[in-house]
């Protein structure tokens, strides 16, 4: 839609404003009630979200991320981190961008695919959400060529040695499920770029932790990579920002399932488990597409409930089933202004869409053009917002 057409103009002049010192962690501070996350779980998702704003570097608007790990964004601040490499499928609305990079000690070891937004994601969501399809776990060998269609069997015969050869995919049947054609397509594509890459790390690295994050059309890729993933016998840890809603109740369903979701989870399990999804208050894409259209949200919500940024550990809480009426789906029915529902304040997309502790989605030095957003604290403030982030 033409709203979206004015993003990335936006964005660019939005850059202009650099020559900002890097962004520190926030401080973790307590929790205040019993559903607020752990000074631990804030800390955690915080860091991810500066890893997933790197892959802002990635594609049309960026400047690139170099070895060992370099780039005019945050990179600075993961010292321990090594790039193995990048991904740009293309600027149409299956577009995906990210990197894959490995951080080693004294950094937690982990290899993480961090998979980037699109500022198409309006025209994504709205002009491919009347056309769902049948979600197809990938059956078979990677290598089999024999079916015509990428979209049930993606052919990558390519891979030539048995080091870039993932395991075979052995998915549990996903009955009556159907998934968003334009976030399936998104996945189908980045797939066939960064299996032999990820096959070779995780062959390297077989004691890391495979840990998946995502932002706005890249947290729908992220979920489906994470299915695909545990269909291979991986065991990744997927994070995401702003998630849209990637198929209907059956594929939810299917989704808790794999990650093992129980409606009876305490606040510890919930933040010791493998998928938090996180919303912010304010933000359209969660809602997206819509509950008419047969979307559904699927379960690990954890919820920033402060509009302003940044929040703190008292502001962010876990959230109870698939669509908590206390998290972002009861927000859409309590919204105020101009009694407008939040699912169609596509403004929000400059705002709350991006503010996911930092904001998210410019690939600029320090991560964010001063006073972009009047209500963010200034940088070198000594107020006590920020502080040194403490190694998990």
Wanted: charged fraction near 20%; include cysteine.
């Amino acid at each position: 839609m033409a709203f979206s057409l004015f993003l990335p103009f936006l964005l660019y002049f939005a850059t202009l404003a650099v020559g900002l010192p890097a962004q520190t962690a926030l401080l973790n501070h307590a929790s205040s009630n019993n559903s607020s996350i752990s000074a631990r779980l804030f800390a955690e998702l915080e860091e991810l979200a500066r890893i997933v704003d790197i892959s802002y570097c990635v594609g049309l608007t960026g400047l690139g991320i170099q070895k060992p790990f370099q780039c005019v964004s945050r990179c600075a601040e993961f010292e321990n981190f090594e790039l193995v490499t990048t991904w740009n499928t293309g600027p149409l609305l299956s577009d995906s961008c990210g990197y894959i990079a490995v951080s080693h000690l004294p950094s937690r070891p982990r290899i993480i695919l961090a998979f980037r937004g699109t500022y198409s994601i309006t025209n994504t969501i709205i002009d491919l959400s009347t056309m769902p399809q049948e979600y197809v776990p990938y059956p078979g060998d990677d290598n089999d060529d024999t079916h015509n269609s990428d979209l049930k069997s993606p052919n990558t015969a390519s891979l030539e040695t048995s080091t870039d050869t993932p395991p075979p995919s052995k998915p549990p049947k996903c009955s009556n499920c159907t998934v968003h054609t334009g976030f399936y397509t998104s996945w189908l594509h980045t797939r066939k770029e960064i299996l032999p890459h990820l096959t070779r790390a995780i062959a390297a690295y077989p004691n890391y932790t495979l840990t998946l994050v995502g932002h706005s059309l890249g947290g729908a890729v992220a979920a489906l990579a994470g299915l695909d993933f545990k269909a291979r016998g991986w065991d990744p840890r997927v994070t995401t920002f702003g998630e849209p809603r990637v198929g209907n109740k059956a594929l939810m369903s299917y989704i808790n399932g794999l990650f093992d979701v129980s409606s009876i989870d305490t606040p510890e399990r919930k933040a010791n488990n493998k998928f938090h999804r996180v919303t912010h208050v304010g933000d359209p894409v969660p809602l997206l597409p819509l509950d008419e259209w047969g979307y559904k949200m699927h379960s690990e919500e954890i919820f920033i409930g402060k509009s302003a940024l940044p929040p703190d550990a008292s502001d962010v809480q876990h959230c109870i089933g698939d669509e908590d009426p206390a998290c972002i789906a009861g927000s859409d029915v309590t919204s105020a202004g101009w009694g407008i529902p939040t699912r169609f304040k596509l403004w929000q997309l400059f705002f709350a869409h991006r503010d996911y502790f930092w904001r998210l989605g410019l690939c600029v030095p320090g991560g964010d053009p001063k006073d972009w957003y009047r209500k963010y604290p200034h940088h070198g403030d000594d107020d006590g917002v920020y502080g040194e982030v403490n190694e998990l």
